[in-house]
């Protein structure tokens, strides 16, 4: 399970048209996209302003997991050409260790859920990862069909 305690660390490496970075999560919401306002900034042609949101949620048994959902939380408004995790297109989505999520063509992240000096590592010099996405996925991503971990849940629901 992909549990947030203080042994581990969640890193999201992202890859698009601005380079490789990496982002330590720690926060409860993340929005990713490429508004200037975005909290995760991602560049490509085909990436809305409010492309994706991460929500830390609880886990089953204790500490926290990231949950991405495609689209605008405040406007409930989803992407206008899709997320997809491991070559799924996703409405909203678990986030496990070493998972591939593209955006857009040119566009990717992978989570890394890992040791704290494994963790500075990636911080400090992250990898690319768009050649680790398979090629006909970076070709076609239209052709992916929609999912979700939970297809009764309504993660923008207000409580």
Do not use: C
Not at 13 to 18: A, G, L, P
Not at 27 to 54: C, F, M, P, W
Not at 63 to 83: I, M, P, Q, W
Not at 135 to 143: M, S
């Amino acid at each position: 399970m992909n549990r947030l305690s203080q042994d581990k660390v969640n890193v999201l490496v992202v890859e698009d048209s601005q380079g490789v970075r990496a982002f330590q999560l720690d926060r409860i919401l993340y929005k990713v996209g490429r508004s200037e306002h975005a909290d995760i900034q991602i560049l490509g042609s085909e990436v809305s302003r409010n492309h994706a949101t991460l929500l830390r949620i609880p886990a089953e048994h204790g500490g926290f997991v990231y949950r991405l959902v495609d689209g605008d939380s405040r406007t409930k408004k989803r992407s206008a050409n899709g997320t997809y995790v491991n070559g799924v297109r996703i409405t909203s989505y678990q986030l496990r260790n070493n998972d591939q999520i593209v955006f857009a063509k040119g566009v990717a992240a992978k989570l890394f859920y890992v040791i704290p000096e494994t963790a500075h590592r990636l911080l400090a010099s992250p990898l690319p990862i768009l050649q680790d996405v398979d090629p006909a996925f970076r070709l076609d991503l239209k052709a992916a069909h929609i999912t979700s971990s939970s297809p009764t849940e309504n993660v923008f629901q207000s409580s």
